[in-house]
């Protein structure tokens, strides 16, 4: 908490399932949460999104069929199947109108995401390390205005 950062951008997380899943309705609920099948991300102890950090500590138990390390492939795991997922708002909406899936809010608050950069303190002078921070930052405004 004390060295030197700096936000990029902010995200919040989705449910995300195929269009014609027929679990899901208009409208997600804790029942339905725990109903579902899921596909997820990093499941280990040390390895968790915020998102389902917040369902676990808010009691919420899903059942977990798959797990896998890539958020990009994710998506793409999902169409002709009855499963859920958890995603990054910004990420599945690039890929929920071509893969056929739609996106769903969260029926319980979860952190948004918040993408940053950080540093050691004795880098802050260094002009090449000054460079690329001001690089990850142009970056992280261009995806703040999609």
């Known amino acids: 908490s004390e060295l030197p950062s700096a936000d990029l951008y ?3 997380w ?4 195929a ?5 899901v309705g ?3 609920t804790v029942a339905d949460l725990e109903r579902l099948h899921w ?3 990093y499941d280990a102890p040390t390895q968790y999104t915020p998102a389902d950090k917040q369902l676990r500590i808010t009691g919420v ?4 069929d798959v797990i896998i390390d890539n958020f990009l492939a994710l998506p793409s795991l999902l169409p002709g199947t009855a499963r859920a997922a958890i995603l990054q708002r910004r990420l599945a909406g690039r890929f929920a109108r071509g893969l056929g899936l739609r996106m ?18 004795s880098r802050g002078a260094d002009p090449a390390h000054r460079w ?3 690089l990850f930052l142009e970056a992280g405004t261009l995806l703040g205005a999609d």
Do not use: F, G, K, Y
């Not at 269009?19 to 679990?23: A, E, G, T, Y």
């Open 26 to 28: 208009d409208r997600i």
């Open 39 to 41: 596909i997820v991300t």
């Open 104 to 121: 769903l809010d969260l029926p319980v608050p979860v952190p948004d995401l918040i993408e940053a950069i950080w540093w050691h303190p």
């Open 61 to 64: 138990e899903r059942h977990v």
């Open 19 to 23: 269009d014609d899943n027929p679990l």
């Open 14 to 17: 989705v449910m995300v399932c």
């Open 10 to 12: 902010r995200d919040s």
């Open 132 to 134: 690329l921070q001001q």
